[in-house]
């Protein structure tokens, strides 16, 4: 998964506590999302971001907030933990002609 | 609703024998599509994608997809199966709506080459 670092790669929760899932990139591609995998559900996107200052929601936003001041970093915010977020995490780039390049992810759980 | 199927939860093959991970969708338009691979512990890897053209696509590690038009289905197979390609298979469409581009992903498939 070269190109795409998420750091943690493993996290454990209180319910309640708050936390940012980090995620870098060094393609300098544009597009740069965050999806919640689950079994049984597949991905899911949380959100996504076309560029530096730009977000925007995908299919499960709620209880996460993303910022992009950077074209390289895009974080993912927990603000307030909660077990329905146990889940791994995967951040993705995507070039249009290829597809996407994911992380390696996160493995969150909330207690 | 667009959507991406994969019917079968887990797939058990012999190794050397060929192999078959379904998908179907359900989308308007002429979707791109997507297979993925995931190792445990991995994110997801690209294998391949069919757009346009031959209906038979070839991928990575020697999997290649067969685009059915008619049936809407974009299934993934392998003439000989290794027991190092047990892992978790993700097929994918890429829609174009209001101008943006969205991908469905199906649920996954669960590949086990048993030797």
């Known amino acids: 998964n070269a190109g795409v670092t998420q750091t943690p790669k493993f996290q454990v929760l209180k319910t309640g506590q708050s936390m940012t899932l980090q995620c870098a990139q060094d393609?300098?591609?544009?597009?740069m999302s965050w999806y919640r995998q689950d079994p049984g559900m597949g991905l899911r996107l949380i959100h996504y971001?076309?560029?530096?200052?730009?977000?925007d929601q995908g299919e499960v936003p709620n209880g996460y907030n993303v910022s992009r001041s950077t074209t390289e970093d895009f974080p993912l915010r927990l603000l307030s933990a909660a077990p329905s977020q146990t889940s791994v995490y995967f951040c993705?780039?995507?070039?249009?002609?290829?597809?996407?390049?994911f992380g390696s992810g996160t493995r969150l759980t909330v207690v | 609703a667009q959507s991406v199927a994969q019917p079968e939860d887990q797939v058990n093959v012999a190794e050397g024998n060929p192999l078959t991970v379904k998908c179907t969708y359900s989308v308007s338009g002429n979707p791109y599509l997507f297979w993925y691979v995931q190792y445990p512990n991995r994110g997801l890897q690209f294998l391949l994608k069919y757009i346009t053209g031959d209906n038979l696509v070839k991928g990575s590690y020697g999997f290649e997809a067969e685009f059915n038009k008619s049936q809407t289905s974009f299934h993934l197979k392998k003439p000989s199966a290794l027991v190092s390609d047990s892992a978790l298979y993700f097929c994918?469409?890429?829609?174009?709506?209001?101008?943006?581009?969205?991908?469905?992903f199906g649920t996954g498939t669960r590949l086990k080459v048993l030797a």
């Open positions: 971001s076309v560029g530096a200052g730009i977000t």
């Open positions: 993705a780039i995507l070039d249009r002609g290829k597809g996407y390049t």
């Open positions: 994918a469409v890429r829609i174009t709506t209001s101008g943006t581009y969205k991908y469905i």
């Open positions: 393609m300098n591609h544009e597009y």
